[in-house]
């Protein structure tokens, strides 16, 4: 079955499906507030049903649309999903700890001027935590789910329509605008650059995936691994070796999927 409406959604749909999106999220929080059973479900663990109850209402209504099976969603590259993540998944994984700290680095500076509040400190750890719920969500269903709306439905159309540069750019901007924060959106940019660049070179989700669940879990793990006692902050050993990796990842990933110039 070939796709129909390639070049759906464009830049201005594409913003008006993020706004759908929340509707029905917000849609479906109402019909489960209304049930007794729900009424004592903790919060973090409910707005993860919520989220992913609401895109699967949007997928379901965009694929059947498109005409697009989850098969071709995912990957419709040339080489199979074995052989692409084969060559790219350890280098994908060392990319990470030095974009962990290059994002926050830059979230840092967006904390300086706008301190979180007390009540956005315990959003945020509350999202990072290590245990139950949370950490399937933020680890594997907000990955997928994010990955297949992002770059398998947004780029992937915004690439017929637009400039590489400015369909990668774009797909990143939206993804960081629907954090709703100001605190992930430099943070989500930073990553949907990453992850738009992969997607452009290897048409296929799964390294796209691969990214963002690792820099998830790695964002979530790290702080309790990687820290030190004394200030609570990374080693000068572990700045050099996350970025000496990043680095030698990075040329890696640049020789493997730039084109050869001859």
Known sequence: MSEEHETFPNAVEATLLIVVLFALQIAVASVLLSFDRFANVDPLDLSGLITVAGNGILFS???SYKK??????FHPA??????TLGLLAIPIV????????????????????????SHEQAVFE???????????????????????????????????????????????????????????LVTAFAVGIVAGWLY???RSLWPCILLHASYN?????????????????FSTR?????????????LLLLRMLMPSRR
């Open 94 to 117: 060392l990319l990470v700890p030095g974009l962990v700290i290059a994002a926050g680095t830059l979230n840092a500076i967006v904390v300086k001027f706008l301190p979180m509040t």
């Open 61 to 63: 209504l965009l694929l």
């Open 78 to 83: 040339r080489h199979s999903v074995a052989s």
């Open 238 to 250: 572990f700045y050099l070796v996350a970025f000496a990796l990043a680095i030698t990842a990075g």
């Open 217 to 233: 879990a790695f964002v979530i793990y790290s702080y309790e691994l990687f820290t030190t006692a004394s200030s609570g902050d």
């Open 200 to 202: 452009e070179r290897t």
């Open 126 to 184: 509350a999202m990072v935590s290590s245990e139950g719920l949370a950490l399937l969500f933020g680890c594997i269903i907000a990955p997928f789910l994010e990955e297949m709306l992002f770059r398998g439905i947004i780029l992937r159309s915004f690439l017929r329509q637009y400039s590489k540069t400015a369909s990668i750019l774009g797909s990143a901007a939206l993804f960081g605008i629907a954090h709703l924060n100001v605190y992930q």
């Open 68 to 73: 697009l099976s989850y098969r071709d969603l």
